[in-house]
């Protein structure tokens, strides 16, 4: 097996001497974990500046919702097909290089769109080629991404610094809309992709100074399809890896369709204007960047991460229901925040003990099927639309959130492996 992390002596010093008062930040002591975070905030705000630029370039061209509903499935297909051959290469190839790579194909497919936006030749098969390309690029990214995480910081640390990442992404998914929009009022559509082409140039500064482990020689020795087997075969047959994928994918199937009905609640059930649909999309995101910091709080000092997660995924239901229930705009408002909240718990803890447990010269593997579920939630989205048409939006929402509650139970009493676990 690979070296498990790259933390040496100077970041042991480093992180002695070094004093937060909070624990809450304490996994930013260690100077390539802070290089691999300020690369996730340059990351996914450019993400989110991209997702509103290019939603704006179509409804502006076509009038078709039906074409945004297609655009954004095809921003995720990507790890749907190719994503599995990701984690393949995260496992047998140079991840230094297979980051920038990725990154460098971000920065060009980014800065060229620009110049087609600013020439005034832009047709939508640009954006959807565009948004390819780039989905494609981002799911050879991020399992690499996600599999350093245990490299850079001690495993006693790892639960503080996957909150703190989920934090960044979430603090942007507050932020990176609103400045998207004001962005398109100030500079243009085209001035936003050349921000986005400055903020990927900055995730290659943070690459270039990040010490990246060297890739573990055993996947070399196969084939890619003995290598992909392998990987499959691991979370096949090991029962706690199962167990936390399968208990992941479904709440993200069931759950994150909700945000897609927010404009039949802002419009049919709460009776607001846009500026209070923007509410109701940003309070999920403010709940989440909430939560996350406080389990990077109580990482250290609760170490029954099972029982955790199984309340925050019970809690998850209770809120999606009591959403369901309210015609008051305010505790709308606060019923989102905490649902945000609960489904950022659920899920930064299970990617942490996936992490510890998986064993680094298949973590790449394991990391591109537990993003899998992303390629499948605009099949749940279009489900939830169905549903929502047929019974209405407040019944199917009390519908998923019935269902997780349900999951939950079933999961504290068919799979007390999870119950039990520790970290």
Same mark, same amino acid.
């Given at each position: 097996?690979?070296?498990?992390?790259?933390?040496?002596?100077?970041?042991?010093? $480093?992180?002695?001497?070094?004093?937060?008062?909070?624990?809450?930040?304490?996994?930013?002591?260690? /100077?390539?974990? !802070?290089?691999?975070?300020?690369?996730?905030?340059?990351?996914?705000?450019? /993400?989110?500046?991209?997702?509103?630029?290019?939603?704006?370039?179509?409804? #502006?061209?076509?009038?078709?919702?039906?074409?945004?509903?297609?655009?954004?499935?095809?921003?995720?297909?990507?790890?749907?097909?190719?994503?599995?051959?990701?984690?393949?290469?995260? #496992?047998?190839?140079?991840?230094?290089?297979?980051?920038?790579?990725?990154?460098?194909?971000?920065?060009?497919?980014?800065?060229?769109?620009?110049?087609?936006?600013?020439?005034?030749?832009?047709?939508?098969?640009?954006?959807?080629? @565009?948004?390819?390309?780039?989905?494609?690029?981002?799911?050879?990214?991020?399992?690499?991404?996600?599999?350093?995480?245990?490299?850079?910081?001690?495993?006693?640390?790892?639960? &503080?610094?996957?909150?703190?990442?989920?934090?960044?992404?979430?603090? &942007?998914?507050?932020?990176?809309?609103?400045?998207?929009?004001?962005?398109?009022?100030? @500079?243009?559509?085209?001035?936003?992709?050349?921000?986005?082409?400055?903020?990927?140039?900055?995730?290659?500064?943070?690459?270039?100074?990040?010490?990246?482990?060297?890739?573990? #020689? /055993?996947? !070399?020795?196969?084939?890619?399809?003995?290598?992909?087997?392998?990987?499959?075969?691991?979370?096949?047959?090991?029962?706690?890896?199962?167990?936390?994928?399968?208990? #992941?994918?479904?709440? !993200?199937?069931?759950?994150?369709?909700?945000?897609?009905?927010?404009?039949?609640?802002?419009?049919?059930?709460?009776?607001?204007?846009? $500026?209070?649909?923007?509410?109701?999309?940003?309070a999920p995101g403010i709940g989440a960047v909430l939560t996350v910091l406080l389990l990077a709080s109580i990482a250290h000092s609760f170490r029954r991460k099972g029982l955790l997660l199984l309340g925050a995924l019970s809690f998850l239901g209770i809120f999606l229901i009591l959403f369901s229930l309210t015609t008051s705009f305010p505790l709308a408002i606060l019923a989102l925040v905490g649902v945000g909240g609960c489904q950022i718990f659920f899920m930064a803890i299970t990617n942490a003990l996936l992490q510890m447990i998986v064993p680094d010269e298949l973590r790449g593997r394991v990391m591109s099927l537990y993003m899998l579920d992303r390629g499948l939630i605009p099949a749940g989205s279009m489900?939830?639309?169905?549903?929502?048409?047929?019974?209405?939006?407040?019944?199917?929402?009390?519908?998923?959130?019935?269902?997780?509650?349900?999951?939950?139970?079933?999961?504290?009493?068919?799979?007390?492996?999870?119950? $039990?676990?520790?970290?």
């Amino acid at each position: 097996m690979g070296e498990p992390t790259t933390i040496g002596a100077e970041d042991e010093i $480093e992180a002695t001497s070094t004093r937060f008062r909070l624990k809450t930040f304490s996994s930013l002591r260690y /100077q390539d974990f !802070r290089y691999l975070w300020t690369g996730t905030l340059f990351m996914s705000g450019g /993400q989110w500046i991209q997702q509103v630029t290019l939603g704006w370039l179509l409804y #502006d061209l076509t009038g078709s919702s039906m074409l945004l509903g297609a655009l954004n499935g095809l921003r995720m297909l990507p790890f749907l097909i190719s994503g599995p051959l990701a984690g393949v290469a995260a #496992d047998r190839m140079d991840r230094r290089k297979l980051m920038l790579n990725a990154e460098y194909v971000l920065v060009l497919a980014t800065l060229g769109m620009g110049g087609v936006v600013a020439s005034g030749l832009l047709q939508v098969w640009h954006l959807f080629l @565009f948004t390819l390309i780039t989905g494609i690029a981002w799911s050879f990214n991020e399992p690499v991404r996600q599999s350093l995480i245990p490299n850079v910081v001690p495993k006693e640390e790892l639960m &503080n610094a996957v909150a703190l990442n989920s934090a960044g992404f979430n603090l &942007n998914k507050v932020i990176g809309p609103a400045l998207g929009g004001l962005l398109i009022a100030l @500079f243009g559509a085209a001035g936003n992709f050349f921000v986005q082409g400055v903020a990927y140039m900055c995730v290659l500064v943070t690459i270039y100074l990040m010490r990246v482990p060297a890739t573990p #020689d /055993q996947a !070399r020795k196969s084939t890619v399809f003995a290598n992909l087997k392998e990987g499959l075969g691991y979370v096949w047959s090991t029962p706690v890896v199962f167990a936390l994928m399968m208990a #992941d994918l479904l709440p !993200r199937i069931i759950v994150v369709p909700y945000q897609a009905l927010m404009p039949i609640f802002q419009k049919d059930v709460l009776k607001v204007g846009p $500026e209070g649909l923007g509410m109701l999309m940003a309070a999920p995101g403010i709940g989440a960047v909430l939560t996350v910091l406080l389990l990077a709080s109580i990482a250290h000092s609760f170490r029954r991460k099972g029982l955790l997660l199984l309340g925050a995924l019970s809690f998850l239901g209770i809120f999606l229901i009591l959403f369901s229930l309210t015609t008051s705009f305010p505790l709308a408002i606060l019923a989102l925040v905490g649902v945000g909240g609960c489904q950022i718990f659920f899920m930064a803890i299970t990617n942490a003990l996936l992490q510890m447990i998986v064993p680094d010269e298949l973590r790449g593997r394991v990391m591109s099927l537990y993003m899998l579920d992303r390629g499948l939630i605009p099949a749940g989205s279009m489900l939830a639309g169905v549903s929502a048409h047929v019974i209405g939006a407040p019944t199917t929402v009390a519908w998923m959130g019935s269902l997780v509650i349900v999951l939950a139970v079933l999961m504290a009493w068919k799979a007390p492996i999870i119950r $039990e676990l520790k970290a």
